[in-house]
């Protein structure tokens, strides 16, 4: 579906490539978890798979980027737009307009869509991240949590294949956080690909499926999240392991690899051994 | 007796629908093009009273009559000042209520307009009107950041004074100098935000056809043909009336 193939992208002006010699592949139905610390280039590879790198930023790059077979040099970001969704960090710099439902509306406005496509996938978006009531609000008055939803609703009333989130909850409270972790966990079980960058583990890592770690540009590791996050060594990457993790392994509960909260207090009823050693 | 707040009451921003901002944008711009139009028609006093009787059945579908009445009485003085240094320079008492009552009637006929119509509004208007793309677009996108950047702004002042930094200090022009560690952060944020706005909007295909499709649609409903109508009465009587020979001269300005 998304194939990176050997790519080193160097932003213009600066010294050191952003990425040396990524490789990956992303099949369809999958949930990818990318940690890494800031600036270690998860916002640059999630750039390179709409096509922003290399139509909007400038800079030298090798390797190519394969969406659906078609390298992104030769697409434009808008064409790429109805394969790659991209929700950004910032709540506040991605709506444009000034009422919810025209927010919806104006990617699909760009596509030349007929107005009653229009409004069938507004109803449809609304409903399925479960915030109709927002319909005719004004997009100022919503709260931080309420704004990234109505984000990720507009993106995703282009019917992307693949939806890519660049660190969703970083200016949002905890409640509204795990809202979009649940949000994101529902939308991946009805077969949308998920891309999401996150410093926040606990909420993401037990929904993920695949998880890979990023630093100086490069990807250092790659797995399930369980079997990262159990590992012990993706520290060295400024990655810390949730809480829940630090708890399974300080009461020995290790075998089960409980990533949520849920999980753990399953694993030790079952009367996994308890070490308090 | 000096109220400057209930001056302006007349231009606050309604709250709720009313049978004015339901019609179609393109009534409301063709009423109030004819309502500015109207007074300029002839000077005469009688074509100012008519005008500003025929506004009534607006300010009735507006439901802004409690806010004009509070603004004409707040304004009472302003008025009478007004009427008076009129006087003073043309020596026609007519002549003087009819040009206040002129300005009275085109700020009532910008008010309604104004508070009844939503900004998003005034964007499709104008795109209705041929208006490239990229100027309606940059004038709703203004809207849209002005609360954010005010935020930014509000954020930038505390943490500045938080440090130690004296706004109000010393005379004007170094109040003004005083200004720039509040100004440069600002100017910074405000571009950086405009490349994310950037990114965003490529991301969602902003310009990518030529035939941009519209989720908003106006139609005309019997109201909006009832006020059209209204409105071409109105212009019609209006020119009839401005074909009376005034009863002054106009303009007799002295030296």
Same mark, same amino acid.
């Given at each position: ?277 | ?44 006093? %009688?074509?100012? =009273?008519?005008? !500003? ?5 607006? +300010? #009735?579908? @507006?439901?802004?009559? $409690? ?75 203004? %809207?849209?950041? =002005?609360?954010? !950047? ?5 954020? +930038? #002042?505390? @943490?500045?004074?938080? $440090? ?92």
């Amino acid at each position: 579906m998304l194939k990176i193939e050997d790519v080193t992208f160097r932003y213009e002006g600066s010294k050191r490539p952003a990425l040396s010699e990524v490789s990956l592949e992303i099949d369809r139905g999958e949930f990818l978890l990318i940690a890494g610390l800031s600036g270690s280039g998860k916002s640059t590879l999630l750039r390179l798979l709409n096509g922003l790198i290399p139509h909007f930023y400038r800079g030298e790059m090798k390797g190519k980027v394969l969406v659906d077979g078609v390298d992104t040099r030769e697409a434009s970001v808008a064409q790429l737009s109805k394969k790659v969704g991209l929700v950004f960090q910032n709540p506040d710099n991605q709506i444009v307009t000034l009422r919810v439902d025209r927010e919806i509306a104006f990617g699909l406005e760009n596509l030349g869509l007929p107005r009653d496509e229009i409004v069938g996938r507004i109803d449809e978006v609304l409903k399925k991240l479960g915030i109709e009531h927002l319909r005719k609000r004004s997009t100022a008055e919503l709260s931080g949590g309420e704004k990234q939803l109505v984000a990720i609703a507009s993106v995703l009333a282009m019917k992307p294949d693949v939806i890519v989130l660049d660190e969703p909850t970083s200016e949002l409270d905890p409640f509204s956080s795990a809202r979009i972790a649940k949000v994101l966990g529902n939308l991946n079980r009805e077969g949308v690909t998920v891309v999401v960058a996150e410093h926040r583990l606990d909420l993401f890592a037990p929904k993920a499926n695949r998880m890979i770690v990023i630093s100086n540009g490069r990807i250092v590791r790659e797995g399930h999240p369980r079997e990262l996050l159990y590992r012990g060594d993706i520290s060295l990457h400024g990655v810390r392991p949730p809480s829940v993790v630090k708890l399974a392994r300080k009461y020995g509960v290790v075998g089960a690899q409980p990533l949520a909260v849920g999980e753990l207090i399953v694993a030790l009823r079952r009367g996994v051994r308890i070490d308090r050693s | 007796m000096l109220d400057p707040m209930g001056m302006v009451e007349i231009f606050r921003t309604q709250v709720g629908e009313t049978s004015y901002s339901k019609l179609n944008p393109l009534t409301k711009l063709i009423l109030f093009a004819s309502f500015i139009a109207l007074p300029l028609i002839s000077a005469s006093l %009688l074509m100012q =009273i008519f005008s !500003l009787m025929a506004q009534t059945p607006l +300010i #009735i579908l @507006s439901r802004s009559e $409690r806010r004009v009445k509070r603004s004409l009485k707040a304004s009472l003085l302003f008025i009478v000042v007004l009427v008076v240094l009129n006087y003073l320079t043309t020596h026609s008492l007519e002549f003087s209520l009819a040009m206040v009552l002129r300005l009275v009637s085109m700020i009532i006929a910008s008010a309604i307009f104004m508070t009844g119509t939503s900004p998003a509004e005034i964007g499709d208007l104008l795109t209705k009107l041929k208006v490239p793309l990229q100027i309606t677009f940059s004038f709703v996108i203004a %809207l849209r950041f =002005i609360p954010v !950047l005010a935020d930014d702004v509000v954020m +930038i #002042i505390t @943490s500045q004074v938080s $440090r130690g930094y004296e706004l109000e200090r010393g005379s004007f022009l170094e109040k003004v100098r005083r200004l720039i560690p509040i100004l440069i952060p600002m100017i910074i944020i405000a571009i950086r935000r405009g490349h994310q706005l950037a990114e965003a909007l490529e991301t969602k295909a902003f310009g990518a056809t030529e035939k941009r499709s519209n989720y908003v649609v106006y139609d005309y409903g019997r109201g909006d043909w009832i006020l059209l109508v209204y409105a071409i009465i109105v212009i019609t009587v209006g020119l009839m009336v401005g074909t009376l020979t005034p009863q002054f001269q106009l303009l007799p300005f002295q030296y």
